[in-house]
């Protein structure tokens, strides 16, 4: 590795981007512009106004809805309406909820399942699996800590938040902050990660700049649900992995353990992050010394019990109900490969100048032997994440969101080492410049009221 740093980087010289604020610095940067717009689309009484025309209109629609009760909400979603597909029929127009919906489709349902559960008689089940319980139960922690200090009302009428709509947006601004919290620190992982692949401060700062602004990290940074939280416990195990990578001693079974929590972790937000197990166990094989069965064995036993303690602790009621969740799951989506939607949605999601950026960086990741082992994980994870999703036919681009921090990171190495060529070093800058500042604007147009809704639309 001391190779690598004096090869691609030049320590200590780095006078705007000192190494010990360098992560400081990308976190603050993406947390400033992740609680940018954090209020777009939330309900509010002036659009309670355009759908409702007076106090008696709003009466009128919940005293329809109440005549559903709160109690049975359950049977509308999840396992249950899996196998009772005649509840569908039951169901209230989503439509008539819009007042306290946001403008993001997914976000209510969030508010929903946390609205199944009773903690007074420690009944958790959120009664489905799409949304983890490692989101919806600290999103009810917080929200319950914010409640006993006066900031959010809850409550079981339905109506006070249809009168009091600014009381609903608070509910989804408490998950818009958690996610933000967790889209900053996929960027400070992602500097992180690049700085321990690469063995530099200006690849570590212009990954975690890139992934901080690359549209689809910035867009699902603003909502309330699962995905950034899960794609950041996925880049905390990358990054843990390429660090027993490049390890030189023998890693302690403490690593494989936090491997093993970390891929839970993600699983926890969500279900089909299962397969993020494949990151830990992708470094255990990876490494040259472990020839001994005992040691992949003891490996793979640290990281199996930190992921299933992880997953049963965050999703209790995916192991005490099983196999009800795969009821659920079957009915979610079909097995249609789809690989060039993805590959198009990836390239609309990170821009086109990213994009190329990422493929060329990627391509020389793959052909430099010197640091081909710290590569081999990020890299295989991104063409193994990118198989997976690609096997099913319910099409989001948010999907493909989990391989961006990886792809960002491996390729940064290529555009940061210096040539002895200077027109190339020319060149290199020029180009990141650029990239840089056109994903910049692109990312950041999501503020305009015009973009966000082609955003909303994309995911």
């Known amino acids: 590795m001391n190779r690598l740093k004096t090869d691609i980087s030049a320590p200590g010289k780095n006078i705007l981007f000192p190494p010990k604020y360098g992560l400081a610095l990308i976190v603050i940067f993406a947390l400033a512009i992740n609680l940018t717009g954090l209020k777009w689309g939330l309900p509010s009484q002036s659009l309670n106004q355009l759908y409702f025309n007076g106090a008696e209109a709003v009466q009128h629609r919940i005293n329809a809805i109440e005549k559903q009760p709160a109690e049975e909400t359950y049977k509308g979603m999840g396992f249950y309406l899996a196998t009772h597909p005649e509840e569908a029929q039951k169901k209230l127009p989503r439509s008539w909820y819009n007042p306290i ?65 600014q009381e609903m947006a608070k509910l989804y601004l408490v998950g818009r902050l958690i996610t933000a919290f967790y889209g900053a620190g996929i960027a400070g992982l992602a500097y992180l990660t690049a700085k321990k692949i690469w063995g530099s401060e200006k690849a570590g700062m212009l990954s975690g700049f890139l992934t901080a602004v690359s549209p689809l990290i910035l867009l699902n940074a603003h909502y309330m649900y699962v995905d950034i939280p899960g794609v950041f416990w996925i880049t905390a195990a990358l990054y843990l992995a390429v660090c027993v990578s490049t390890a030189t001693d023998k890693p302690e079974g ?72 795969l009821v659920e799951l079957r009915e979610q989506t079909s097995l249609v490969f789809s690989g060039l939607f993805y590959l198009k949605y990836l390239a609309f999601g990170l821009g086109y100048p990213l994009f190329i950026f990422s493929l060329i960086g990627l391509t020389y990741c793959l052909g430099r032997k010197k640091n081909r082992e710290a590569c081999f994980v990020p890299a ?27 792809l960002i990171c491996v390729s940064a190495g290529f555009w940061v080492k210096p040539s002895s060529v200077q027109i190339v070093n020319f060149l290199k800058k020029t180009t990141v410049f650029l990239v840089s500042g056109f994903t910049f604007l692109y990312g950041m147009a999501f503020f305009e009221g015009k973009y966000a809704d082609a955003g909303r639309r994309m995911d």
């Open 101 to 165: 919906r946001s403008y993001h489709p997914d976000e209510y349902f969030v508010i929903k399942s946390l609205a199944t559960m009773n903690p007074k008689t420690f009944n958790l089940n959120p009664h489905q699996f799409t949304v983890g319980g490692a989101y919806l139960y600290l999103t009810a922690l917080i929200t319950f800590l914010l409640s006993k200090i006066g900031w959010i009302k809850l409550t079981g009428d339905l109506g006070f938040y249809f009168f009091h709509p």
């Open 254 to 325: 403490h690593k494989y353990f936090l491997m093993g929590i970390f891929s839970g972790l993600a699983a926890g937000n969500k279900i089909p992050f299962l397969i993020s197990i494949l990151i830990p166990l992708a470094a255990i094989f990876q490494k040259k010394r472990y020839r001994q069965k005992i040691e992949v064995i003891t490996g793979i036993l640290w990281t199996s019990a930190g992921f299933l303690i992880a997953l049963f602790i965050t999703n209790p009621y995916l192991f005490l109900t099983f196999p009800k969740p």
């Open 380 to 406: 295989g994870w991104i063409m193994a994440f990118f198989f997976f999703i690609s096997l099913f036919g319910k099409h989001y681009a948010r999907y493909i969101l989990p391989i961006i921090p990886a």
